[in-house]
């Protein structure tokens, strides 16, 4: 009797073993095979090869039945064997007829690693014997730079950037060369086989800038662009918003436009900066029921959400609306809006998806990938499990997309887009919630917490509660709204924080319903709420 066959992926050897075996089994031969040796090839991320097969001529006795003796890591072993024969090394086999099936798992090539492996399958019996040699090659993805997240910085500004694409892992090393047209950047670190963190150069200036990757043997071409913008000078400004509240706002360094949901009508709406005085007539697009609004990694689309199945691609210089993509029919036609899946938080990760989740269900996001027009549920995807549970949740995003704070009625978690990872974080138990530029620290009511490679951990106080807070880039600096002023606190060291400067007064109050947002040098805070947006200079 034999079992069924272990493992999703395997390659096949095929015995055979004529007549019924005993004195009346006929004349015994000896055995013979079609092949002795098998290729296997792989990617990195990519899944397992194919099954092969080999056949073993009949030897009509059961007696002869030979032994198989399997070895190297090119193959993967069970923890029993269903095999007829001594020293099976764990393998499975079927039988059909006279032939004996022997299955052989082939091991999944991310736990192998970038290389050559072989492994042997020696079969023999009294008569005869054979060793079948398996190799099997593991490539990296297929080479390119797909995209750099944050994509736009400021002259001046030296910061930790995300590089997304594929066949990193063919560099030889862990610390390759990354440019930015000409320059190169420095502490460049390849994560996996998709992912190198950088720092980008201080002394680019305004322009945009191609971004390379070269390693020991290999350069990858690139569609990634990373655009630096001169530090805008904004004056303390204000903005009025009728007693109105806004569902969020989003500022765009690139255009020097602040966008916002309006709270009543859905309606989104484009502030846009003349180079001296921000318009107080906004541009806008009758988005009726609009929830939620983010800008892609590359700032080249606004994603809106409102209430709906769809997600709706928006041109960030005109508000024109490009198209309307419903995920319900990329997902599944079972799906009913009524019940499930009527999307209203948005964030966006660093490898370019869009992730959306109803606040009313309890674990899934989904991920929209606007180049493929593909969706994924974060279950389907691996990037949770049964034990999360989320309810009237919010998303905030890093400014790199590395990471996303999901923050639920009960319970908080960080989705790690870069490791494909959902936790459980127990010490965000405050609001109001923001991240730094890579994810990497978290200001939640007045507490300050810092990843410390085995997740967060308590660093600090802010020592005034904050009405709204918002987090430097590189996480050393907090701005904290505590109605009616705005205070900057120093948050890098252990401890209570140290205020820098005085308390810096509003031209303005913002109202209720207040949101903030600060431009990537640290030197602009705008606050906005139902009355006002305030624009605040940092001196």
């Known amino acids: 009797m034999f079992n069924k066959i272990i493992g999703s992926t395997f390659l096949l050897i095929l015995l055979s073993a004529c007549g019924g075996g005993g004195s009346g089994g006929g004349t015994t031969s000896s055995l013979s095979i079609s092949s002795a040796s098998l290729s296997f090839a792989a990617q990195i991320g990519g899944s397992a090869p194919s099954s092969q097969s080999i ?16 070895t190297g890591d090119a193959i993967s072993f069970g923890s029993t064997s269903s095999c007829v024969g001594g020293n099976t090394a764990n393998l499975d086999c079927t039988r059909t007829g006279d032939d004996i099936i022997v299955t052989v798992p082939v091991p999944d090539p991310d736990s192998l690693g970038i290389g050559s492996h072989t492994g042997s399958i020696l079969i023999e019996s009294s008569e005869s014997s054979f060793t079948v040699t398996v ?48 320059t190169a950047g420095t502490n460049a670190t390849v994560v996996n086989d998709s992912t190198i963190t950088v720092d980008i150069p201080s002394s680019l ?9 070269t390693g020991i043997t290999t350069s990858f071409p690139s569609t990634a662009n990373l655009v630096v913008v001169n530090t805008p000078t904004y004056a303390a400004a204000t903005i009025a918003q009728g007693s109105v509240p806004r569902l969020k706002y989003v500022y765009d360094d690139e255009r020097q436009l602040l966008f916002a949901v309006n709270a009543v009508d859905g309606v989104i709406e484009q502030y846009t900066y003349s180079g001296t005085a921000w318009n107080s007539t906004p541009v806008t697009l009758a988005l009726t029921g609009g929830a939620d609004i983010v800008l892609s990694t590359d700032g080249a689309t606004l994603f809106a959400v409102k209430h709906d199945n769809n997600v709706y691609e928006i041109d960030p210089d005109t508000l024109a609306l490009r198209s ?26 660093s490898d370019g998806s869009g992730a959306f989740l109803d606040s009313n269900q309890f674990r899934e996001i989904y991920f929209y990938d606007d180049k493929s027009n593909t969706v994924i549920s974060s279950p389907d995807a691996g990037y949770e499990d049964n034990t999360i549970s989320i309810w009237n949740a919010k998303l905030y995003r890093s400014r790199s997309g590395d990471r996303i704070l999901i923050d639920g009625a009960s319970n908080d978690y960080i989705f790690d887009s870069i490791e494909k990872n959902t936790t459980l974080i127990s010490n965000v ?17 007045t507490s300050v917490l810092k990843d410390s490679g085995n997740g967060y951990i308590a660093y600090g106080t802010l020592p005034t509660t904050p009405t709204k807070v918002a987090v430097s880039l590189d996480g050393n600096t907090a701005y904290v709204y505590a109605d009616p002023v705005l205070k900057v606190y120093d948050i890098s060291a252990v401890g209570t924080a140290t205020q820098i400067g005085s308390d810096i007064s509003l031209a303005a109050t913002p109202g209720f319903n207040t949101e903030m947002a600060v431009a990537a040098d640290g030197s602009t805070v705008f606050i906005a709420g139902a009355d006002n947006i305030v624009v605040v200079p940092i001196p």
Do not use: W
Not at 205 to 213: D, F, K, P
Not at 429 to 445: C, F, K, M, Q
């Open 429 to 445: 138990t405050g609001t109001p919630i923001a991240l730094n530029g890579d994810g990497r620290v978290i200001v939640s009511g």
């Open 205 to 213: 200036t305004a322009g945009s800038y191609s971004v390379s990757v």
């Open 135 to 182: 190799s099997y090659t593991v490539s990296g993805a297929t080479p390119m730079v797909n995209q750099v997240s944050p994509y736009l910085s400021e002259a001046g500004l030296s910061h930790s950037v995300t590089i997304r694409g594929g066949g990193f892992s063919n560099f030889g090393t862990t610390n390759p060369t990354v440019s930015f047209g000409a």
């Open 324 to 349: 309307t993509v419903e995920l319900k029919a990329l997902i599944s036609s079972s799906l009913n809006c009524s019940i499930d899946h009527c999307f209203d938080t948005a964030a966006i990760s």
């Open 55 to 70: 056949t073993i001529a009949p030897n009509k006795s059961d007696a002869l039945i030979p032994d198989i003796i399997a």
